[in-house]
Structure formats: structure tokens, C-alpha cells
């Protein structure tokens, strides 16, 4: 039998829940989504830094107390953006947040 996907603001089957209420009520998921807005803030504030054709490439990574990951789709990205880290540190610190320190990956192809 095909499912079907009720539509916005249509009343939910019974035993089910919003994702908002799903999310609120898990501990794991109110902490993944605080970790997800704080890699997504940190991005928001180097944004910035980076050249206009860079931005695209790079994307926010998982945060957690030992490092921020910096994402890239490409290794030229991926290389300005290891030589940047020490001015996104600074950046970072005059915004507020003095640590974990920055990592650079790159997005796997696919």
C-alpha cells in the first residue's frame, strides 16, 4: 500500500507527533540540534572572511569539545582554507567563542 504524505497543517494520524515535539522531547536530539546551530552560527561569522566564489564550498561541520569542522567540496578550498584558520580563530575568539579550535575536511564525492 503506497504512503501517503498529509498535507501542511492537515491533523496528524493518531500516535504520532510533530517534529518539533519529537525533537523537544529526546535529550540526544535537543543536543544534536543545539550542536547543528552552533557549527551553523560559527560558519555564519567566518562567512564573511572568505572570497564571495569560496562561500559555496564550504559548509559547517559537526562541532563538539575538541574541534569545529570546516567542510570543503575541493581541495583548492579545502588549502585557503588551512592557511586561513589562525584569522578565523581570531575571528571566532572577538565573537565569542575561544574555542575548539577550527579543523578542515573535505566533503567526500558523492
Known amino acids: 500500500m503506497p504512503t501517503t504524505v498529509p498535507r501542511p497543517g492537515a491533523p496528524l494520524p493518531a500516535g504520532t507527533q510533530a517534529i518539533g515535539q519529537a525533537l523537544a522531547g529526546s535529550e540526544p536530539l535537543v543536543a544534536l540540534?543545539?550542536?547543528?546551530?552552533?557549527?551553523q552560527a560559527r560558519l555564519d561569522a567566518?562567512?564573511?572572511?572568505?572570497?564571495?566564489?569560496m562561500r559555496p564550498h564550504v559548509k559547517?561541520?559537526?562541532i563538539d569539545e575538541t574541534g569545529w569542522t570546516l567542510l570543503?567540496?575541493?581541495?583548492?578550498?579545502?588549502?585557503?582554507l588551512r592557511q586561513m584558520l589562525p584569522a578565523m580563530?581570531?575571528?571566532?575568539?572577538?565573537?565569542?567563542?575561544p574555542g575548539p579550535p577550527v579543523r578542515v575536511k573535505m566533503l567526500?564525492?558523492?
Open 60 to 62: 559547517a561541520g559537526p
Open 89 to 97: 580563530e581570531a575571528h571566532l575568539r572577538t565573537c565569542g567563542w
Open 33 to 39: 540540534t543545539q550542536r547543528l546551530r552552533a557549527s
Open 108 to 110: 567526500s564525492p558523492g
Open 46 to 53: 567566518v562567512l564573511p572572511l572568505l572570497a564571495p566564489a
Open 72 to 80: 570543503a567540496t575541493n581541495s583548492a578550498v579545502s588549502a585557503k
